[in-house]
């Protein structure tokens, strides 16, 4: 069994949104995703990309996909890596090509001057969090996720003062 990581191109939009539409199924929040493919690509492949998404492929198969995007430590004083999304399809499992996006995107913080590696998993995906654990990562849990989305985001968007 071979595995191979390779950059996603625009010409994988409608594998990346499959992949998408499978993770949301596996975490149970098909009803969450609201995306276009249109959009979709302009935002991962257009004039400004706003993420990186890369390919594992399982015997030249893709099977799986890590979307991520940097963020910044002002601690540190260095960017990281924000993994938003991993997921590899069922039948893929167990082949090691988890951990190998893992150490692919390990590489590429090394390689670019990056602090840190992180994520956010379900509290419930205890696999995931085994596995996640078992490859050095640790858990977070001083910290809690916030978010502003639906109408709270353009209602805080409006208390913003006016650009001078």
């Known amino acids: 069994m071979t595995l191979a990581i390779r950059p996603a191109t625009r010409t994988d939009l409608p594998l990346i949104a499959d992949l998408i539409r499978a993770l949301a199924d596996y975490e149970k929040l098909a009803h969450e995703v609201r995306f276009d493919d249109a959009t979709l690509g302009t935002k991962l492949f257009g004039e400004r990309p706003y993420a990186e998404v ?7 198969v893709p099977q799986g996909f ?8 002002t601690f540190e ?3 990281g890596i924000y993994l938003e999304d991993l997921f590899v399809r069922r039948e893929a499992r167990g082949a090691g090509l988890g951990k190998a ?3 692919h995107l390990a590489q590429l913080c090394v390689e670019r001057d990056c602090a840190r590696l992180e994520w956010s998993v379900l509290d419930w995906n205890a696999p995931a ?4 654990q078992s490859l050095g990562a640790r858990m977070m849990d001083e910290w809690t996720v ?7 985001l353009p209602a805080l968007a409006r208390a913003a003062p006016s650009a001078a």
């Open 77 to 79: 004083g260095k960017p």
């Open 54 to 60: 890369v390919i594992g492929e399982v015997d030249g």
């Open 129 to 132: 969090i085994g596995f996640y």
């Open 101 to 103: 996006l893992l150490a």
């Open 146 to 152: 916030m978010r502003v989305d639906g109408d709270a």
């Open 66 to 73: 890590a979307l991520f995007f940097h963020n910044f430590s």
